[in-house]
Structures are given as structure tokens and as C-alpha cells.
């Protein structure tokens, strides 16, 4: 069996020789233009070239959560995209959002400052009631990061396509409930795939039906954010601050608004990332299965994007 592999974060050396121990049958080798035909592509935004010249896959294996820089090409008919399914991102992610709404609710970031300048100062304890935590998204990530906040009994939202329910976290599904969802919201978590549905979906409209006051945390994909639309709404004090991980164009680039914006909170795209060995462990894992007739999850819905 063949299996190459390719990441345009140019990271071959560690991930090769960890698919070649992780499956001793095969032929694990970097993609190249003109490489052979192999069985099993294991890719992270890859060219239109590789999947032009693979014709023979089997499945082609995203070694991220997201899949919109795959799904934008001109993908081989009936071959299989399976995208990573946790491995290790949930945990992440969830230390990550409810460290940015602890932040926030508690107003560590004031405390800090006041530290820094040695004065001694207690802040009024808020109402926990008053800070409903909206998560646009309740897929494998979401709800993770949905029930470690219902832990700390923060009021919690979701919202998603189909419809859920989940202990302690006020579900809403479809287009027609967003608006409901986003008024019961103060703080907002994106944890939404990137497709065509869900390209600007934080925009003036949509940010300004959030309770005033209202936080931003965009973990997901930069595009689901319109920015200036962010900083105007920042401006008027609708909203009181973000926190991003994500970004249109990254690395953000210098003289963006967003460096340095006293309101905001950035981070180099590090909220949930890809843990190598857990990683393989799960691609291998699917591999075999594949070739024992078995499903997989994780399966990408070309129809749907995601
Ligand atoms: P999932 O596919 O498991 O979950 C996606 C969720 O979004 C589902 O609940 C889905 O609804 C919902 N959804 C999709 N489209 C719509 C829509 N039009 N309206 C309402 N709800 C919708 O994805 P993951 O949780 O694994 O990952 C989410 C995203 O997080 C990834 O696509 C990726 O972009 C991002 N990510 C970011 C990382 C980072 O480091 N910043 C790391 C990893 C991922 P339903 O359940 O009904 O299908
Ligand atoms: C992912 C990511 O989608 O790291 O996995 O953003």
C-alpha cells in the first residue's frame, strides 16, 4: 500500500517517519509532482496538482478539523475526505474558550493592569446570569467547549443545523432560530465550519442583536468575521472586546487594526492544534479500517462542505 503524504506547513520530517511506524505495511513517502500512484493521500492544503495527478485514492485524509481549504478544489469524484475527528483539538479548544470567557467575566485583563502599576483594587463580583455564553456551532469541537462552560454555570447557547440537545446548554437549530439564539447571547463563540452559508455570519447585523456588552471569541475560521464590522461595533461600545485566534489573512499582517486595538485580545491561530501522534494513531487507525470494509467517522459531506 502507498501513502504520501503532504502539508504545505512544509512539516514531512516528523510526520513521515510517524505514518511509516504507524503502518508498517506500507510505503509512506512525500508527495512530489509525478509521484506514483498511491492507495491513501494524508494532506494539509494541498495543490490542485496532487489531486490532479492522483487518480487512484482511496480516501484522502485531512490532517486538520476544517476542511474549506480542501473542499475549494476540484476534489476526485467518489473518492472519500475524511477530516480529523477530536484527536486531542477538544481539550485544547476548550481550555482555550473558557479561559477567554473567565478572562473576560472575571476582568483579569483590568487586574493585571492594575497589578502592573501596583494598585490594589477589587472589582465587584458580576452576575454570572448576566453573561449567556452563545456557541455558533455544536459539532465535535462545540459542544466540547459547550459543556466545559456549562460546568462553570455560565448560561449556555448553542446553535447548529440540525437540531440537539444537550444537558445544560439551550439548543437552537436552523437559520430561523439565529436571531433568537444571538439575543439571548452576550458572549459569542465561532465554532462553525468555514462553508458558503457561514462566510460573514459575524456581521453588523448579526453581532448587533448580541445583549450589550456582548464579547466576541472567534475560534474558527477568520472569514466567518467581517472586521471592520467587529472594530465599528467595538467603537460604538456595543460590544466591549474580543478574543481571535483566527484571521482573513494570516499571519495577521503588520499595520492591521487589530495589533495592538486595546479591546482586543489575539492569538496566533493556536487555539486547538493538530497533535501529531494522536493524529496518526486516529489516520491510521482509519486506514486499516477502510481496508477491512469498515466505516470511518469523520467523513466529509461535499454537499454540505463540512
Ligand atoms: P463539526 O463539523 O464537528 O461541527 C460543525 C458544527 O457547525 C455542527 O454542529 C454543525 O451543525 C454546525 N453548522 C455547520 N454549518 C451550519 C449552518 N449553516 N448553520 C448552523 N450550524 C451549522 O466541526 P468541528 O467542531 O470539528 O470544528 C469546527 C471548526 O473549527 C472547523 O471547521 C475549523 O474551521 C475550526 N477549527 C479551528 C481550530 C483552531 O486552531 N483555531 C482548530 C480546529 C478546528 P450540525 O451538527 O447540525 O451538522
Ligand atoms: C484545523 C485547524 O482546522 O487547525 O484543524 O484550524
Redesign the pocket.
Given at each position: 500500500m502507498q501513502v504520501l503524504y503532504y502539508s504545505a506547513d512544509g512539516d514531512s520530517a516528523a510526520w513521515i517517519p510517524g505514518l511509516q511506524a504507524a503502518l508498517p505495511q506500507a510505503q509512506v513517502s512525500l508527495w512530489e509532482p509525478g509521484a506514483a500512484q498511491a492507495d491513501y493521500a494524508v494532506v494539509w492544503k494541498p495543490s490542485q496538482q496532487l489531486l490532479d495527478e492522483q487518480s487512484g485514492l482511496k480516501a484522502i485524509f485531512n490532517t486538520?478539523?476544517?476542511?474549506?481549504a480542501l473542499v475549494q478544489l476540484k476534489l476526485p469524484a467518489g473518492v472519500p475526505v475524511v477530516?480529523?475527528?477530536?484527536a486531542g483539538?477538544?481539550v485544547?479548544?476548550a481550555e482555550y474558550v473558557c479561559h477567554a470567557v473567565i478572562r473576560h467575566y472575571r476582568e483579569f485583563a483590568g487586574y493585571e493592569a492594575d497589578m502592573a502599576s501596583g494598585k490594589w483594587s477589587f472589582r465587584k463580583p458580576r452576575p454570572r446570569a448576566d453573561f449567556p455564553v452563545g456557541i455558533?456551532?455544536?459539532?465535535?469541537?462545540?459542544?466540547r467547549v459547550a459543556r466545559a462552560l456549562a460546568h462553570f454555570e455560565f448560561p449556555v447557547n448553542?446553535?447548529?443545523?440540525?437540531?440537539?440537545a444537550l444537558d445544560g446548554v439551550q439548543c437552537f437549530?436552523?437559520?430561523n432560530s439565529?436571531d433568537a439564539f444571538l439575543a439571548a447571547s452576550r458572549v459569542l463563540v465561532c465554532?462553525?465550519?468555514?462553508?458558503p452559508?457561514?462566510r460573514d455570519i459575524m456581521n453588523q447585523a448579526h453581532l448587533s442583536r448580541l445583549r450589550p456588552g456582548g464579547y466576541v471569541i472567534n475560534?474558527?475560521?477568520g472569514a466567518h468575521l467581517v472586521d471592520e464590522d467587529l472594530l465599528g461595533l467595538l467603537d460604538s461600545g456595543h460590544l466591549s472586546g474580543a478574543t481571535l485566534?483566527?484571521f482573513r489573512t494570516e499571519p495577521l499582517p503588520a499595520g492591521h487594526p487589530f495589533w495592538g486595538h486595546p479591546k482586543i485580545t489575539l492569538t496566533p491561530?493556536?487555539?486547538?492544534?493538530?497533535l501529531r501522534s494522536e493524529s496518526i494513531a486516529q489516520i491510521a487507525g482509519k486506514i486499516a479500517a477502510l481496508e477491512r470494509g469498515e466505516p470511518v467517522a469523520g467523513l466529509v459531506d461535499l454537499q454540505?462542505?463540512?
Open positions: 486538520g478539523a476544517g476542511v474549506d477530516r480529523l475527528d477530536d483539538m477538544s485544547q479548544m455558533l456551532g455544536l459539532g465535535v469541537l462545540g459542544e448553542g446553535w447548529s443545523r440540525s437540531a440537539k437549530a436552523g437559520a439565529l465554532l462553525l465550519p468555514l462553508t452559508d457561514t475560534v474558527a475560521r485566534d483566527v491561530h493556536t487555539s486547538a492544534r493538530t454540505r462542505g463540512y
